[in-house]
Nanobody, 121 residues
Framework: QVQLVQSGGGLVQPGGSLRLSCDAS????????MGWYRQAPGKQRELVAT???????NYADSVKGRFIISRDNAKNTVYLQMNTLKVEDTAVYYC???????????????WGQGTQVTVSS
């Protein structure tokens, strides 16, 4: 059974930094990409950043230059370094992965449990 376990997050003042981590486990044979999405109260879930197995990255315009996504392929872990945080970054952040396991021949999508990030003075 695939699990995406998130850690990090919390409360930070505007201009501060936080780091999120997401560990994928469960007989994984191949990960196509991993990424982060977020959902603020009353808004739809939106893409924050993604990274492929080859290291290609994609960022939402709102976080470009402030957030950095990285990945440890050996550990099936993805990170999101969030710098110069703004109040509007406040949201629940979700890890997302598209991967295959020894039991599933096709790539399927999975979500982490979500973690709250609050930016407030």
């Amino acid at each position: 059974q695939v699990q995406l376990v998130q850690s990090g997050g919390g409360l930070v003042q505007p201009g501060g930094s936080l780091r999120l981590s997401c560990d994928a486990s469960g007989n994984i044979t191949s990960i196509f990409y991993m990424g982060w999405y977020r959902q603020a109260p009353g808004k739809q879930r939106e893409l924050v950043a993604t990274i492929t197995s080859s290291g290609s990255t994609n960022y939402a315009d709102s976080v470009k230059g402030r957030f950095i996504i990285s990945r440890d392929n050996a550990k099936n872990t993805v990170y999101l370094q969030m710098n110069t945080l703004k109040v509007e970054d406040t949201a629940v952040y979700y890890c997302h992965a598209v991967l295959r396991t020894s039991a599933t021949p096709t790539y399927l999508a999975y979500w982490g449990q979500g973690t709250q990030v609050t930016v407030s003075s």
